[in-house]
């Protein structure tokens, strides 16, 4: 365990769970000194945040979690430090939830010509202002299904090989990018996304490479060549050797690490807050962390 968690998120993020009230209670629960919530293209969360934990031992570091592309590959950008009052969030956070309301049909539909059936009206109930994502039809499937007669539905089920966060891991069997029912999105190019963090006094932290690279060392040379000033080396979704992979990166082009658990609620139940393995090296990333931000200033 850990007492800093630097990717954390609200119910602003579409696949999101607790409000920032309830984050800071659970932060502070899990004896947490300092976290961010890091939402999906959206800064909503971050002055709540704050103001819950006036008073508390925790402190809230302002963060965004970019959705952006490079070299037709889909990647997370985490920006740390930014200034989350700049309207350039608001925009952004506008412009991918329209693409989300406008692809939930198409989703919708692309999971049922899979063979996978669910509840219209449930769905309604999960949707966040139109947006339906694959956790959530996921959610609405194995509520269809309670009799367990879809067999692809199996591996998300009581102990199935893909239980142990049912509903982000039918996202990435189905929805996610390459599989049969991604719904594509317009998404900025990396060196965009970087330069609103850098514009807004953030530091760029390239999140979870482990599910995006698959460490692809050529591609990821040619990202970090953009500008990125850190990896998120230590992340619930690494296993060992990504770890040592990363690490190794980060250390090879003098950049800074992160340790972030990606906490979301029942969407990925099996991650918990601050529960991810950073080797006690938590306390030094994070006071490189805050240097570089207080550079950026």
């Not at 953009?226 to 990896?231: K, N, S, V």
Request: proline share 3%.
């Amino acid at each position: 365990m850990t007492t800093v968690d630097l990717h954390i998120h609200s119910h602003y993020s579409n696949d999101g769970e607790f409000s920032p009230q309830m984050l800071v209670d659970l932060c502070l629960q899990a004896g947490l000194t300092h976290a961010a919530i890091a939402d999906h293209n959206s800064v909503k969360a971050i002055g709540e945040a704050i103001a819950a934990s006036e008073g508390t031992p925790l402190t809230v570091v302002p963060a965004i979690e970019l959705d952006c592309v490079f070299d037709g590959v889909n990647l997370h950008l985490l920006g740390y430090g930014i200034d989350h009052t700049a309207h350039v969030f608001d925009t952004i956070e506008d412009h991918i939830h329209q693409q989300e309301q406008n692809n939930a049909a198409v989703l919708m539909r692309l999971v049922r010509q899979l063979g996978i059936e669910f509840d219209d009206d449930v769905i309604a109930g999960l949707a966040y202002d139109g947006v339906v994502t694959g956790e959530m039809i996921a959610e609405a499937a194995l509520i269809y299904d309670r009799a367990a007669e879809n067999p692809l539905l199996d591996p998300y089920r009581g102990d199935g090989k893909r239980s142990d966060n049912p509903y982000v891991n039918f996202y990435w069997d189905y929805c996610s990018q390459g599989k049969p029912a991604h719904t594509p999105m317009n998404f900025m190019h990396l060196s965009q996304a970087i330069g609103i963090i850098h514009d807004n006094q953030g530091v760029p932290i390239l999140a979870h490479p482990g599910i995006n690279l698959k460490e692809d060392a050529a591609l990821l040379e040619e990202i970090l060549a953009e500008g990125i000033q850190g990896i998120e080396v230590y992340s619930s979704y690494h296993n060992h050797q990504q770890v040592l992979f990363y690490r190794e990166a980060a250390l090879a082009n003098h950049i800074l690490m992160t340790c972030g658990s990606d906490f979301h609620g029942k969407t990925k139940k099996s991650i918990t807050i601050g529960g991810i393995n950073c080797e006690d090296d938590d306390r030094r990333m994070l006071a490189e962390l805050l240097r570089a931000i207080m550079k950026m200033g």
